[in-house]
């Protein structure tokens, strides 16, 4: 009956009145007696006399005044009582919401009212209140019903929008605390509307009560974050304007009570970049990031002030790599591993402008953990090696585009970061690099292994005069490591599938271009291995020889361009093609009396000055090596026509001679500028 007078009976819940002339009150019960006792017209005519004088009773203003007397003096309760109150009130509470098929909402009513009541407690007592009450808004948001659950996320943000009024004192959190059940509720709740309402009440809050926002903020980003990933535009659009207005206007304003919670803003960000659904809101986020980025360079002293929560023992440097730079990089790099092409091709740019422009304000001991961030993005192409076998042809597609344009723009602008900031990293991670070149090098993709290649040379040529003996005995047992594991061994012992039959010539081969039969691997580069056209019928042992063609291929490619790299790095680009033109100049003139080292009339630019003759020997050895694989393959004429009968490169018949040849002429160059070479005469014997 107390729930009755403080609530009263909508006309919708209850049997016609037959009378249908008293008009309807929250508070006058006697216009719905008579349709409440409908049911008991079977009754004695006593007994229904007896109700409606009781019902009639209960409505008067007496009794009402009295039921409020009973929640407006829970003011006046102890800690403990006013507790105990609210758990009860709480338990009540539920058992109306599970009446079917009209639950009743008198009891949760009333806990709004008595947390209006009990707002001026001490913060300890209300923390204890706050506890139950929160617990029971988390189930009540996430009712099914909507009603029910419009009402919860009406009443929290009215109860919210009070509470923030008051403030917070500094060290507490009683505002993240308050703020929680809405972070629930748009988690639990999948009602389109019900989580609209959940996004529409924060962003009020943080229209209208920004300045007096502390601690809350980490539940508003938990909230937008939670938005971001929403389908409905409505709901990412309202999240992302408000997230926008907070890192534009507010980081300006509130920026110190959001120190604690910029890690959650840009995680935030991160999300809505990574909303397929809204390529426009994901480049937009990006840029954001970017600004993120320029408010820590201008604002550091922000973060070395801020006295954080939980900070442990980490020293006041480190503080704004922690909370500051490390989440924005981090992210970034969340977003291209995430995101389709165009958006992380962004946040890869984004990335690394942002790496270029404040890496001086790094200390030296964050770059390990910034190369860290960065080698993730190639970790991420490792982890699709593995998966369902099903899916196979799906993932060697992703694989073969993300090697292409991610990996090979990643691999570049590594290499330009490295090298823009050789003297504080290079201690630290020049073989960590050497390693990431060397797996991008191995890779059985054309273009990003002559990535590879192209980065490492690029890296030697502009600090290979910086590089101590150890730095060189890294580099050339990496090159000795790669030139080893890419030689395509199995061209000289390859045999065609059993039963598959190899025909007299390669079937779709013209008879005109049997002229040119004999083709050099790699010049031009074999980006069609196959002569004939791939389809869904193609047997399984024929789709594993072309794949298996293709890796060679590749791999023969690789061995070229490393031999190309080695000149270059020890002499400098197109010194030895000028060298050599200068020289067969001189030849047919009959003036050979120059040596070789004093061809050239300019200046020494490769590295020959710099190697040790251990570092040269090394890699002598590795052309020597390259060397004599393409001269057995080259002179295995039964394996060659083996293999171009079985299609391998297409219409031509396969042969190493650009490898067996520069390599041989790399080898004698270095051998005679180390003969004419007075200061190394110690080693003419050798």
Known sequence: LAQMIGTGVKNQFLAKSPTGTVPESPFNFSAH???????????????????????????????????????????????????????????????????????????????????????????????????????????????????????????????????????????????????????????????????????????????????????????????????????????????????????????????????????????????????????????????????????????????????????????????????????????????????????????????????????????????????????RIFDNMKLKDNGDDNDFPDRLAIKSEWLNTTCNHALYALTDVFSQYFAVVSPLLLNDLFAQLQWCIQQDNEQLARSGISCLENLVLSNGSKFNAESWDSLCQCLHDVFSSTTPSQLLVWKPVHGHKVDSRPPSVDPSLLLEIDGDIGYPPPRHHSHRLGNSQEPASQAEQQKLFSVLAVKCIVQLELIQSIDNIVFYPATSKREDAETLARAQNNNVHKSPGELSGKGDRGMYTSLSLHHLYTLLDCLLQAHRFAKNFNSNGEQRNLLWKSGFIGNAKPNLLKQETQSLSCCLRIMFRLYFDKTRADCWKE
């Open 33 to 375: 007696v008579d349709a409440l006792l409908q049911p008991l017209q079977t009754s004695h005519h006593a007994d229904q006399q007896g109700y409606k004088e009781n019902l009639t009773e209960t409505s008067s203003q007496s009794v009402v005044v009295a039921v409020d007397r009973i929640f407006t003096g829970s003011t006046q309760l102890d800690g403990n009582a006013i507790v105990d109150f609210v758990k009860a009130l709480c338990q009540v509470s539920i058992e109306e919401l599970s009446i079917q098929p009209h639950p009743r909402m008198f009891c949760l009513t009333k806990l709004v009212e008595i947390s209006y009541y009990n707002m001026g407690r001490i913060r300890m007592q209300w923390s204890r209140i706050w506890q139950v009450l929160g617990d029971h808004f988390n189930l009540v948001g996430i009712s099914q019903i909507q009603d029910i659950s419009f009402f919860a996320v009406d009443s929290l943000r009215q109860l919210a929008q009070k509470f923030i009024e008051k403030g917070e004192l500094p060290m507490f959190h009683f505002q993240k605390d308050f703020l929680r059940p809405f972070e629930h509720i748009m988690k639990n709740n999948k009602c389109g509307t019900v989580r609209d309402m959940v996004v529409r009440c924060v962003a009020n809050m943080v229209h209208m009560q920004g300045h007096n926002i502390k601690s809350g903020w980490t539940n508003i980003f938990s909230v937008f974050h939670l938005a971001a990933a929403d389908q409905d535009e409505n709901i990412v659009e309202l999240a992302f304007q408000t997230t926008g207005k907070i890192v534009t206007q507010d980081f300006e304003t509130q920026f110190r009570a959001m120190v604690d919670s910029f890690q959650d803003a840009i995680k935030c960000l991160s999300e809505f970049a990574c909303n397929a659904a809204f390529p426009d809101t994901s480049m937009e986020a990006i840029r954001l990031i970017r600004k993120c980025a320029q408010f820590i360079a201008g604002h550091t002293q922000l973060f070395t002030d801020h006295q954080m929560e939980e900070t442990g023992n980490i020293p006041d440097v480190d503080r704004i790599w922690i909370k500051g730079w490390f989440p924005i990089l981090f992210e970034l790099s969340c977003i291209v591993s995430r995101c389709k092409l165009d958006v992380r091709t962004r946040g890869l740019t984004v990335l690394f402008d942002i790496v270029k422009t404040y890496g001086d304000q790094f200390e030296a001991h964050w770059w390990k953990d910034l190369f860290q961030v960065l080698f």
